[in-house]
């Protein structure tokens, strides 16, 4: 049975991108594998700097997996910050990194570009995303296309550890690239991203949620003229929650006139309300009963923490980092 790997960070409320980029794929495919999920808070520390938060972080991402169906009986399902080894792992890689091999990567420069701080632990992100990969032994790791660059580090720092130890105690991972879908747009019209502030929350409801949606840029066109649905964000949105049948009823609206922006925005705020009904019903469920959660994490580290123990052990032995000597007196 394959090892599926892939995580999330805890960096804040998770949006509508990130359910059609990752979560959905990620609960899709727990039953093809021996699937391990965990909530990437180490990551966060790239961009966030409050204890609080980052604990909150952590519990509102694991409510919201486990609200839209994610099965802890069918996946280990964990925080990283629960398996100490991957950063033990991450160090040892380090010193298998080239800084050169750091500084291509177009992450980085996407997330300076955008706003974030540029602090060590974001430039050599990709190595601990490395460990983080390398220490379950994953053979799939499903990633969007932007983050495939990440996973040819992953296996190049697999390589050079096996190359130079003249043995595989690293798999070497394949990526699984999600199945594709446009980006997702946020209010503004760019990507949905935290980082611009753009956001429609996968459990934002009533007020905030109406509000959200009724804010979507859109064109000046009058609302008797026809339309083009394939320039317009909202109906971009429209087609993440819509059947076929759906999709083309509403983009015939659009092209036949009388038909404006915000009977378009009812629609979605419509779809997306029924969308996620059951899931936010369960999430409430849930966030009554924290210590189910708690527990569920807590068996997940644990399940994590032997895999990666096994593979550790090992690594530990050829490279002379034992947990303790035992010295001659030669």
Not at 202 to 225: N, R
Request: one cysteine or more.
């Amino acid at each position: 049975m394959k090892t599926i790997l892939s995580g999330i960070q805890s960096s804040g409320k998770l949006h509508l991108g990130n359910y059609f980029g990752a979560l959905r794929q990620h609960i899709q495919m727990q039953e093809q594998g021996d699937a391990f999920y965990f909530i990437a808070n180490y990551h966060s520390l790239t961009s966030i700097n409050e204890g609080e938060e980052i604990r909150n972080n952590t519990i509102d991402i694991a409510l919201d997996y486990l609200a839209l169906g994610l099965d802890p009986q069918k996946c280990t399902f964990f925080a990283q910050s629960d398996v100490p080894q991957v950063t033990e792992l991450a160090w040892i890689l380090g010193t298998f990194s080239p800084v050169s091999l750091m500084e291509k990567g177009v992450a980085y420069k996407d997330k300076v570009a955008q706003g974030a701080k540029p602090n060590i632990g974001l430039f050599t992100y990709p190595i601990l995303q490395a460990a983080d990969i390398l220490i379950y032994h994953s053979d799939l790791v499903p990633v969007g296309q932007d983050q495939k660059q990440n996973i040819e580090i992953c296996r190049d720092l697999a390589g050079k550890f096996n190359h130079n130890y003249g043995d595989e105690y690293l798999k070497l991972p394949e990526e699984h690239i999600v199945e594709s879908v446009a980006v997702v747009p946020g209010v503004d019209g760019q990507k949905m991203s935290k980082s611009y502030g753009n956001t429609i929350d996968i459990f934002d409801e009533g007020k905030t949620l109406k509000k959200k949606v009724m804010s979507i840029e859109t064109d000046s066109t009058p609302l008797d003229e026809p339309k083009d649905p394939e320039s317009c964000n909202v109906f971009a949105l429209i087609k993440l929650f819509a059947d076929e049948s759906k999709k083309q009823e509403i983009a015939e609206k659009y092209r036949a006139g009388g038909y404006g922006y915000g009977h378009a925005k009812n629609e979605l705020l419509g779809m997306i309300e029924e969308y996620f009904a059951e899931a936010r019903a369960n999430r409430k469920e849930l966030a009554n009963d924290l210590d189910t959660v708690r527990d569920i994490l807590k068996e997940g580290g644990q399940k994590a923490r032997e895999r990666a123990e096994e593979v550790m052990e090992p690594i530990r032995e050829v490279t002379g980092l034992m947990k303790s000597y035992t010295y001659s007196s030669n």
